[in-house]
């Protein structure tokens, strides 16, 4: 059974920075592309970064590019999401996401929220 579990979540002013984690079980980890994605109040949905199975290739949104860095540890079956110069409109509940035996699993997420 595939499970992520997100942590690092937290409140942070503006311009503040956070790290993201998320342990996967349930799957063969270093064989798989992984992302990390956002959920505003709205309830809209935005993938903000993933990275190839072996770390090479990363790719990240136009919103987010330049201040988050996603990096992954397939030793500790960990996936990182370091975020800086946050902004309030990073405020959201972020989890990871992978593609395993043709079905989408997510975790349950971490919530941050960007405020003075």
């Known amino acids: 059974q595939v499970k992520f579990v997100e942590s690092g979540g937290a409140l942070v002013e503006p311009g503040g920075s956070l790290k993201l984690s998320c342990v996967a079980t349930g799957f063969p980890f270093s064989d798989y592309g992984v992302s990390w994605h956002r959920q505003n109040i709205r309830k809209e949905r935005e993938q903000v970064a993933e990275i190839s199975s072996d770390g090479r290739y990363r790719k990240y949104s136009q919103s987010v590019e330049g201040r988050f860095t996603i990096t992954r540890d397939n030793a500790w079956n960990t996936a990182y999401l370091r975020m800086t110069n946050l902004k309030p409109e990073d405020t959201g509940m972020y989890f990871c996401?992978?593609?395993?035996?043709?079905?989408?699993?997510w975790g349950q997420g971490t919530q941050v929220i960007v405020s003075s």
């Open positions: 996401y992978v593609r395993y035996n043709v079905s989408d699993h």
